[in-house]
């Protein structure tokens, strides 16, 4: 019978901890001739400490320490960025990404570390062909010499920048390796043009011919292309473009380079597996030679924490720790609970020393099994005796326990290629719920206003009119006694806490002689302006508006925690009569409501009801005639009054005053996320209009003309509007005491605003053209007389409208997911 050919152990129903079966080592030899050599060497004095201290710990310790550093070059929207994360596993919107999309402005290399392997460093370089990185100087100027090989990337056709810069990387005595990417939005689009004749195969093939005929025009010698996607990096050319480069490494450094990959194939998690057998004999030697206290129960020692450090490296190498599976969760948009449900082994999910123990009590007849075949290959390692049990009990172990590990994360990525998911950077189904009968109706309406007007004329005239929403002030003075509230008002209007930077100061005697300014955070033309206390010696009403230059101010908040006073109504009369606007406001709503509710009859409509009317008997006997006051809580702005209070402001302000007011207002409703997308809604046709027509240029790789800067501009305004910007809700989380992960875990399709760039927008655009493509044409024929003169034209002005109606309504929809999660936390 062949070892362990019939062995099964039989399995303890208390015992958590399952055991495979005994490898059959006639078909896994997980230790090479050379290691037989020198491990038959160490051996021959007796003692398996010389063997873990000599080269078997050295091994060990390179391998470990091995660094990787892979240099990633290409022009300016190439989507090198996006490989950079793509290759470490990570979305362009996770932690420690790559900023995608910019305009190329990197002067030095950035390098970003794989998440768990951080030896494995993806370097971005500046971009190749620029005045100040020509090919023939680039290397030394990036400084060639730390880079293992280097992958020169292109998204359409590689130039004379790229081949020569292989050159001068094959004179230094470097590996290179051409990259085309975007390879999916070509296969879109030719599906888009020829649905009929759509050969997958044959265009790829076409795509590599082409690429490799420009690179041996420059001169390239039988150049290799490698045709990738970003977004799905396990398909294409990926599994050769990873074999080729797990060949060409010496064996550190693809070691290093295999554990690190994105566990996006069943091969590479096979081949992950084989590479960590290939260690497990090196720690079972290691770990039993340095061991001096026995394990109970088992009869010999061995160094039970090094073997957990080990397992903990196998989870982390196969994604089963919190963290991965967490991103992956999110990912997929699938509870984490439901990929844990697939992980079978108590070790995947946590590793702990008593687990462990548990598998070592357990192992006795496996080791056998293993001492006989390390005996049959080397003979003096049967003479050890309890030595030798030890390293054969411990070498069973880790390979039982890798086993599992790797079953579990075939079981995971099984879920996740069965799931159907569409990852969020991606955005292929942009915009679905916007119906063609909406676009249709707003287009036509339009359609009937352009007639009317020369479309030139037109675009210049709401070039104007967005110029002047972004430059309009919105001057807010907020006045009252010390003590009543007036900084934490402030506060609450810019959306922040009175921890955060920036924040006016709350608690503290009136010192104020003098108007404070507040800016908003996200939007600087909004001010809240923290006056000095009111019927003071200095301050008496008759002269306080002068005194406090009361021109600047759109309209002034008199507040009061307790009751209004003469002097607050005496202030108001002053306004009257320099025609300035005022609102009453009884802040601290919530401390009262909250000692009302000792009483055994509290009612909370009625505690409010009895607040304003004795609010507005105050201000009547002061001589106030119909007073209105706002009840609200600083702490909870939906409650109360707050939104009819915004409510009377937007109605009482001009157009362009209000639009800055709806803008800034913290989203604490759906009330208010309505009132933000109306206001974004009165946009977009103007911004596609201007876009479209003043400096509109061609947009690489498109049918289309625009101003790529202003759809840049408009989106992550979008973005900081409905506050999906990472201060906004790093500010959200403080208040609510949430994590700002579990936030960011509800925006499943927008970017954050700092994520809204000049790739990301052609990207998007692609997508939008593609996914829209039979709307966008069917409406720009009937737009094309009213449209002929635009620089853009039609189709350019219909898809830039579709788009940015298409990202607004993705955008609201995860400012209504955020918000939804965060009061979880207040309700609770």
Not at 21 to 40: A, G, L, Q
Not at 443 to 449: D, F, G, N, Y
Not at 550 to 564: G, T
């Amino acid at each position: 019978m062949k070892p362990g050919s019939g062995r099964k152990e039989k399995r303890n129903k208390k015992c958590m901890v399952s055991l495979d079966d005994v490898p059959d080592f006639s078909k896994n030899v997980p230790i090479t001739k050379e290691d037989r050599e020198y491990f038959k060497y160490d051996l021959q004095g007796g003692r398996m400490e010389k063997a873990a201290t000599s080269k078997i710990q050295k091994n060990l310790d390179a391998l470990e320490n091995a660094r990787l550093d892979i240099a990633v070059t290409g022009e300016s929207g190439s989507g090198k960025s996006s490989f950079v994360n793509a290759i470490r596993g990570l979305g362009d919107e996770d932690d420690g990404s790559a900023p995608t999309g910019v305009v190329e402005t990197t002067l030095k290399p950035v390098p970003y570390p794989y998440p768990k392997h951080p030896n494995v460093t993806v370097w971005d370089l500046p971009g190749i062909g620029t005045p100040r990185f020509k090919s023939d100087t680039y290397l030394q100027d990036v400084s060639f010499s730390r880079y293992d090989f280097f992958i020169i990337i292109a998204s359409e056709r590689f130039k004379s920048t790229h081949a020569q810069l292989a050159l001068e990387i094959q004179k230094m005595g470097k590996r290179f390796y051409f990259v085309r990417c975007k390879v999916d939005v070509d296969l879109e689009a030719s599906k888009r043009r020829r649905p009929r004749a759509y050969d997958e195969e044959e265009i790829l093939r076409q795509i590599r011919n082409k690429c490799q005929e420009c690179l041996e025009a420059e001169k390239v010698v039988s150049p290799r292309v490698f045709l990738l996607s970003n977004w799905e990096l396990n398909k294409y050319d990926f599994k050769l473009f990873e074999k080729t480069l797990r060949k060409e490494l010496p064996s550190h450094k693809r070691h290093a380079f295999l554990l690190a990959l994105p566990n996006i194939s069943p091969e590479i998690l096979q081949k992950k597996k084989e590479a960590l057998q290939e260690q497990i004999w090196k720690l079972a030697a290691v770990s039993c030679a340095l061991a001096t206290v026995p394990i109970p129960g088992v009869g010999f020692a061995c160094d039970v924490p090094i073997l957990v450090c080990s397992i903990s490296k196998y989870r982390q190498v196969f994604g089963l720790d919190k963290k991965s599976l967490t991103q992956l969760a999110d990912k997929i948009g699938q509870p984490v609970e439901e990929i844990k449900a697939v992980i079978k082994s108590p070790l995947s999910q946590k590793v702990s020393k008593r687990l462990v123990l548990q598998m070592f009590s357990r192992a006795s007849t496996a080791a056998v099994v293993v001492v006989e075949y390390f005996a049959s290959t080397i003979p003096i390692f049967g003479s050890l005796a309890a030595g030798a049990i030890a390293f054969g009990t411990t070498y069973y172990v880790l390979w039982s326990i890798l086993n599992q590990m790797a079953d579990d994360a075939h079981s995971v990525l099984t879920m996740v290629l069965q799931s159907d998911y569409e990852p969020k950077t991606q955005r292929t189904k942009m915009g679905v719920a916007i119906s063609k009968t909406v676009v249709r109706a707003e287009l036509e309406s339009m359609k009937i206003a352009l007639e009317k007007n020369n479309p030139q004329d037109v675009s210049k005239r709401m070039n104007e009119e967005l110029n002047l929403l972004k430059s309009t002030t919105l001057d807010i003075g907020i006045t009252g006694v010390s003590g009543a509230g007036k900084s934490s008002i402030v506060n609450a209007l810019r959306g922040i806490t009175e921890k955060d930077p920036g924040a006016a100061k709350t608690g503290n005697t009136e010192t104020t002689m003098e108007p404070e300014k507040y800016t908003h955070p996200m939007f600087p033309e909004v001010t809240m302006w923290d006056l000095p206390g009111i019927g003071t010696p200095k301050f008496k009403a008759k002269e306080y508006l002068r005194l406090v230059n009361f021109e600047k101010y759109d309209f002034f908040i008199i507040v009061a925690s307790e009751r209004f006073t003469e002097n607050d109504v005496l202030l108001a009369k002053e306004m009257q009569k320099k025609k300035k606007k005022y609102y009453f406001v009884r802040s601290k709503v919530d401390q009262s409501v909250n000692a009302d509710k000792r009483n055994a009859d509290f009612n909370e409509e009625k505690t409010c009801e009895k607040i304003r009317q004795y609010c507005c008997d105050n201000l009547t006997e002061a001589g106030e005639s119909n007073p209105r006051v706002f009840l609200i809580s600083s702490w909870d702005l939906k409650m109360y009054d707050f939104p009819l209070l915004q409510e009377t402001l937007s109605n009482d302000l001009d157009d362009l005053k209000k639009y800055a007011l709806i803008v800034s207002m913290p989203a604490f409703s759906r009330e208010v996320l309505e009132k933000k997308k109306a206001a974004m809604e009165t946009l977009i046709w103007k911004v596609a209009l201007v876009s479209c027509g003043i400096g509109a240029i061609p947009v690489p790789g498109l049918s289309l003309a625009c101003d790529i800067g202003i759809l840049v501009g408009t989106m992550i305004h979008f973005c900081k509007v409905f506050g999906l910007d990472e201060d906004c809700l790093c500010r959200l989380a403080s208040r609510v005491g949430k994590p700002i992960d579990e936030l960011k875990s509800a925006v499943k399709k927008a970017p954050m605003a700092s994520q809204v760039t000049t790739e990301f927008v052609i990207d998007l655009m692609t997508k939008s053209l593609v996914c829209g493509a039979v709307m966008a044409v069917e409406f720009a024929l009937d737009f094309v007389p009213v449209l002929g003169s635009l620089t853009g034209g039609a189709l350019s002005f219909v898809t830039t409208f579709y788009l940015l109606k298409s990202f607004l309504h993705d955008v609201e929809e995860d400012a209504e997911n955020v918000l939804a999660k965060a009061m979880e936390t207040q309700d609770k």
